[in-house]
């Protein structure tokens, strides 16, 4: 069974493992991306090779404490940036004129951007008071290449120093 994978709206199907064949593992991305460079340089077939990122790990990096100022002005700079958006497209509507309609925006942006701040805060009850940005990374990446061209792979990547 191929599996059909999305990536900035176009997609490919990945061949089933089975059908494919290990050239190495490597410690970083760098690392496989420089092998299949390599083979590329050498006029080999890249489009039947992958390189698969196995052993995924959430990562998340605390970047400070979360407190009531800095979660109500979190929500004022959200709430500005849409009520300015929402301001501009009032003044594109040709509603009212450009100071009138970025004003009325940006002040009801503000206002609901600091409620929705406060309320969410509020319920959170003290239980998640930090801030943070997470990621889903490999631990290692594996360089795969379809069956029928894998001793063709493994003989230029033999010039391969490591």
Do not use: C
């Not at 760098?30 to 489009?47: N, S, T």
């Not at 790990?57 to 500005?80: D, F, H, K, N």
């Not at 040709?94 to 951007?113: E, Y």
Request: proline share 2%; aromatic share 10%; charged share 15%.
């Amino acid at each position: 069974m191929n599996l059909t994978v999305r990536s900035g709206g176009r997609g490919f199907s990945a061949p089933p493992l089975s059908e494919q064949t290990s050239l190495g593992t490597y410690a970083t991305y760098e690392e496989a991306q420089r092998v299949v460079d390599y083979l590329a340089d050498h006029e080999f077939q890249v489009a039947t090779t992958q390189i698969i990122g196995t052993d995924l790990r959430m990562v998340e990096q605390i970047t400070g404490r979360l407190t009531w100022p800095r979660a109500l002005l979190s929500g004022a700079a959200s709430g500005a940036w849409f009520g300015i958006f929402v301001g501009l497209l009032i003044n594109i509507l040709g509603a009212t004129s450009f100071l009138r309609a970025l004003t009325f925006g940006l002040t009801w942006g503000l206002l609901f951007g600091v409620g929705f701040a406060a309320v969410g805060y509020a319920m959170t009850a003290g239980r998640r008071d930090f801030t943070s940005l997470s990621a889903t990374v490999p631990s290692k990446f594996e360089v795969l290449v379809l069956s029928d061209h894998a001793e063709q792979a493994r003989s230029v990547l033999a010039g391969l120093s490591r």
